[in-house]
């Protein structure tokens, strides 16, 4: 199985700061497609994941552009530029390449 | 506009089974195979495995297989997951989520199982 390491499990901001999350998986995501299925998904308490960005950087419907996604091969990093309070939740990355699908262990980010 | 909306909340003995539903509207239910994932209270999100919604097909991962059960009621719209044997480890949110390969799009609003004696 593909395993999804994501740092920091917690991570403080300020309301209109800048936040980082980097999700490294053990074998590249690179499919033989050519694509690369990595997403990435918020969760607010009591709710259910919300999808962000998809194939590692293209925003889902609706999203706006303080969100960023980069990387390639087994690298991924999320950016949240000008955090705002809807922003707090849970992080998850997910790999949709290879089977089982993984998610990442997920990121708190809170409050400074 | 698409929704996957779950059944309700279950309370339920060990031993017991569960079959909570997913039905979906705003789309062609047959376009989109239909994933399953638990999130255990206060951990994280875990793959259960997927149903084509064409062919009927389950697939189930590793960790779920022999107890839990995938099927659809295509006439409408709707995907099932049935639990026998409850644990206490099944104690847990139960989300069902469309995809076409890329991502888990949409997802329903989740449902939560409880398992106590």
């Known amino acids: 199985d593909v395993v999804m390491t994501q740092t920091p499990v917690s991570l403080p901001v300020s309301l209109g700061g800048q936040a980082s999350i980097s999700c490294r998986s053990s074998q590249s995501l690179v499919h033989s497609n050519g694509n690369t299925y990595l997403h990435w998904y918020l969760q607010k308490p009591g709710q259910s994941p919300q999808l962000l960005i998809y194939r590692v950087s293209n925003r889902f419907s609706g999203v706006p552009d303080r969100f960023s996604g980069s990387g390639s091969g087994t690298d991924f990093t999320l950016k949240i530029s000008r955090v705002e309070p809807e922003d707090l939740g849970d992080y998850y990355c997910?790999?949709?390449?290879?089977?089982?699908?993984?998610f990442g262990g997920g990121t708190k980010l809170e409050l400074k | 506009q698409i929704q996957l909306v779950q059944s309700g909340p279950e309370l339920k003995k060990p031993g017991e089974s569960v079959k909570i539903s997913c039905k979906a509207s705003?789309?062609?239910?047959?376009?989109?195979?239909m994933h399953w994932v638990k999130q255990a209270p206060g951990k994280g999100l875990k793959w259960m495995g997927w149903i084509n919604t064409y062919t009927g097909k389950p697939t189930y991962a590793d960790d779920f297989k022999g107890r839990f059960v995938f099927s659809l009621e295509a006439s409408a719209s709707t995907a099932n997951l049935q639990i026998s044997n409850l644990k206490n480890e099944d104690t847990a949110t139960y989300f069902c989520?469309?995809?076409?390969?890329?991502?888990?799009?949409?997802w329903g609003q989740g449902v939560m199982v409880t398992v106590s004696s």
């Open positions: 989520a469309r995809a076409n390969y890329g991502p888990f799009d949409y």
């Open positions: 997910l790999q949709s390449t290879h089977f089982p699908r993984t």
């Open positions: 705003g789309y062609t239910f047959t376009d989109y195979a």
